[in-house]
């Protein structure tokens, strides 16, 4: 039976993969008093000695015995994609809530099937879309909202950044295409949901990708192939909110020196909006948003103060997270439906799943 929390009891929280979930989510939830990391999981023993000795946790190497542990109310799956969707729909059949990292699996059909066995069992999934939860991100989708542009005509997207630019950084799962690597499956999916969430879905869409750095050094040293994308250049139709279509452009790459970073630009009837940043060392920090309305001056918008953190970390990934947990803990707690969850992560992985179909028959 899916758990359902009292007002006085936290919900037990287990975090499944150590790198993104040990550095990000687990400080994250310390900040959410509806939610208490109780468990650690990891298929290497040694490397979870180490976050159980730094952390206080408990730890599981054996999945079964993850989610058999009376504590465990909900896990966090934070390790690479491809155990993502099996270990995913085992937490699910043993009545877990989720909360998935993205992509939440290698193809949509895998995600629909996620979908189809949480709502069966009313279990909250969360997806870990963060920008939705960055208050610049939240600021732009209220003025979108309010009409500040008038009618979307152009969206211009550039996710241009370095962090697989040294060809000698290792050979990993994100080198490969099967096992969910590439740069539309790191960025993309972030891509299409804030384009979903704040224009509208891809309905249309045109892709090149290319694999700039063909090899790197494996653990001994040895060069592998790598068969995963790190640019994508993509030409899309979106169908927006206000019931029209609009063309954007995409541009993502992993091995961008000196690359711009992430800056999205909308061009309507009214006015033009501009959120981005140039920070490469943090994705999070270093946002600005400008609003140009016809007539008047560009204007640099702050978030309004009901959108603000209380609280911030020098990782800049961590408050939004903890209020993407946040929001998922009033999910589980209530009942509702999560946004983003796995509708929006459907939607997104569709898009992904094209655009890698459409690259690979136009190679």
Same mark, same amino acid.
């Given at each position: ?10 919900? !037990? ?17 310390? *900040? ?13 023993? $040694?490397?979870? &000695? ?6 206080? +946790?408990? !730890?599981?190497?054996?999945?079964? /015995?993850?989610?058999? &542990? ?9 390790? %690479? ?12 059949? /043993? ?5 998935? $990292? ?7 059909? #895998? ?5 189809? $066995? *949480? ?15 960055? %208050? ?12 500040? =542009? ?53 309905? #249309? ?11 790197? %050094? ?7 192939? =790598? ?74 918008? #702050? ?12 990782? !800049?990934?961590? *408050? %939004? ?24 992560? +459907?939607?997104?992985?569709? *898009? ?12």
């Amino acid at each position: 039976m899916p758990f359902s929390p009292s007002s006085s009891t936290p919900i !037990g929280v287990a975090i499944a993969g150590l790198g993104f979930g040990e550095a990000v989510h687990l400080p994250a939830l310390a *900040a959410n008093p509806a939610l208490e990391a109780v468990a650690l999981w990891h298929p290497r023993q $040694e490397r979870l &000695d180490a976050a159980c000795a730094s952390s206080g +946790l408990k !730890g599981h190497t054996d999945w079964d /015995a993850l989610l058999a &542990d009376p504590a465990v109310d909900a896990v966090i799956i934070a390790t %690479p994609p491809q155990p993502r969707h099996p270990l995913a729909l085992q937490a699910l059949q /043993a009545g877990k809530h989720l909360l998935l $990292e993205k992509p939440v699996a290698l193809d949509a059909q #895998q995600v629909a099937e996620l979908q189809r $066995e *949480a709502i069966q069992r009313r279990l909250s999934v969360a997806v870990d879309f963060e920008y939705r939860a960055v %208050p610049l991100f939240q600021q732009a989708a209220r003025l979108l909202q309010d009409g500040a =542009v008038g009618t979307p005509w152009l969206v211009k997207m550039d996710w241009l950044m370095s962090s697989r630019a040294n060809p000698n950084r290792a050979w990993s799962w994100y080198s490969q295409a099967d096992q969910g690597g590439g740069v539309i499956g790191a960025l993309g999916t972030h891509a299409f949901d804030t384009l979903a969430w704040l224009v509208g879905p891809v309905q #249309q869409l045109q892709t090149i990708t290319r694999t700039a750095i063909a090899e790197r %050094p494996d653990a001994q040293g040895q060069l592998r192939t =790598v068969d995963a994308d790190d640019i994508a250049l993509i030409n899309a139709e979106l169908s927006t909110h206000q019931g029209g279509t609009v063309a954007a452009q995409i541009a993502l790459a992993s091995v961008a020196r000196n690359g711009r970073g992430c800056w999205l630009e909308i061009y309507g009837s009214e006015g033009t909006l501009v959120l981005g940043s140039d920070n490469q060392k943090d994705y999070v920090h270093g946002f600005s948003l400008t609003l140009h309305r016809d007539g008047e001056s560009t204007r640099s918008i #702050q978030a309004d103060e009901d959108l603000r953190f209380a609280t911030t970390w020098s990782d !800049g990934r961590v *408050a %939004p997270v903890s209020r993407l947990q946040g929001w998922w803990a009033e999910s589980i707690a209530r009942g509702n439906p999560m946004v983003p969850g796995l509708a929006e992560g +459907l939607i997104s992985q569709q *898009a992904c799943d094209r655009a890698l179909q459409i690259a690979g028959t136009s190679a």
